[in-house]
C-alpha cells in the first residue's frame, strides 16, 4: 500500500511541475519578444533621422511654415509599444 501512495504522490508532483514548465516557457517566450521588440526600438532611436520624425510625431513639433495633418494611427512615431 505505502509504496501506491508514494507512485501516485510522484505521479502527481509530475504533473503540477509540467504545468509549471508550460506556465514557464510562455513566460519566456513572452520575454523574448519583448527583448526583440526593445533592441528594435534602441536601433531606431541610434538613428538621428528617426529622433527627428519620432520627436515630430510625438510632440507635434513643425518647422517654420510647416503645416501638420496628425494621424492617430502614427501617433507613436514608429517605436513599438509593448503591452
Avoid at 531606431?44 to 520624425?53: A, C, M, N, S
Avoid at 519620432?54 to 513639433?61: D, I, T
Amino acid at each position: 500500500m505505502l509504496p501506491t501512495i508514494n507512485l501516485v504522490k510522484s505521479y502527481q508532483t509530475l504533473q503540477s511541475r509540467r504545468t509549471l514548465q508550460v506556465k514557464y516557457d510562455k513566460k519566456s517566450a513572452q520575454l523574448d519578444q519583448q527583448l526583440v521588440i526593445k533592441k528594435a526600438n534602441i536601433t531606431k532611436l541610434q538613428d538621428p533621422l528617426f529622433i527627428e520624425k519620432y520627436a515630430r510625431a510625438k510632440f507635434s513639433y513643425s518647422k517654420q511654415d510647416e503645416k501638420v495633418f496628425p494621424i492617430p494611427d502614427l501617433s507613436d512615431g514608429g517605436v513599438t509599444d509593448i503591452k
